[in-house]
C-alpha cells in the first residue's frame, strides 16, 4: 500500500506564488515518474508537470515558465512551485506517483488533493 499526502494549497492573490508538497510512504521499493494534476470544476483532470527518476520534466504550455517540479528522492517527495500564478490556476491539485512497491510490483497512486486557489 502506498499513500501520498499533499500539503501547501492555499488562497492566493494573482500575481502571488505558493508551493505544493507531496510525500509518498508505504511499501516502496523505487519510484520511477512523479507528477502533478489538476482539476477545476467543470473541466477534466489535466497534467500539469511530470518529472521522472533522472531528472527531466515536462510542462503543460499553461503553466511553463511558471511553474517548477522538483523532487526529492531521499524524501521520497516531490513539490509544484508556482510562480506568476493566474486565476485560471485556480483548481484542486493532485499529485501522482509511479513506481515499483516491495514487492517489486509496479504501483500507481493518487493523493487525495490539495486546493489552490487564486483570486484577481
Known amino acids: 500500500q502506498v499513500q501520498l499526502v499533499e500539503s501547501g494549497g492555499a488562497l492566493v492573490q494573482a500575481g502571488g506564488s505558493l508551493r505544493v508538497s507531496c510525500e509518498a510512504t508505504?511499501?516502496?521499493?523505487?519510484?520511477?515518474?512523479m507528477a502533478w494534476y489538476r482539476q477545476a470544476p467543470g473541466k477534466q483532470r489535466e497534467l500539469v508537470a511530470k518529472?521522472?527518476?533522472?531528472?527531466?520534466?515536462n510542462y503543460a504550455d499553461s503553466v511553463r515558465g511558471r511553474f517548477t517540479i522538483s523532487r526529492d528522492n531521499a524524501k521520497l517527495a516531490v513539490y509544484l512551485q508556482m510562480d506568476n500564478l493566474k486565476p485560471e490556476d485556480t483548481a484542486l491539485y493532485y499529485c501522482?506517483?509511479?513506481?515499483?512497491?516491495?514487492?517489486?510490483?509496479?504501483?500507481?497512486?493518487w493523493g487525495q488533493g490539495t486546493q489552490v486557489t487564486v483570486s484577481s
Open positions: 518529472i521522472a527518476n533522472g531528472g527531466n520534466t
Open positions: 508505504g511499501n516502496i521499493f523505487s519510484i520511477n515518474l
Open positions: 501522482n506517483v509511479d513506481g515499483t512497491n516491495t514487492y517489486h510490483r509496479p504501483f500507481n497512486s
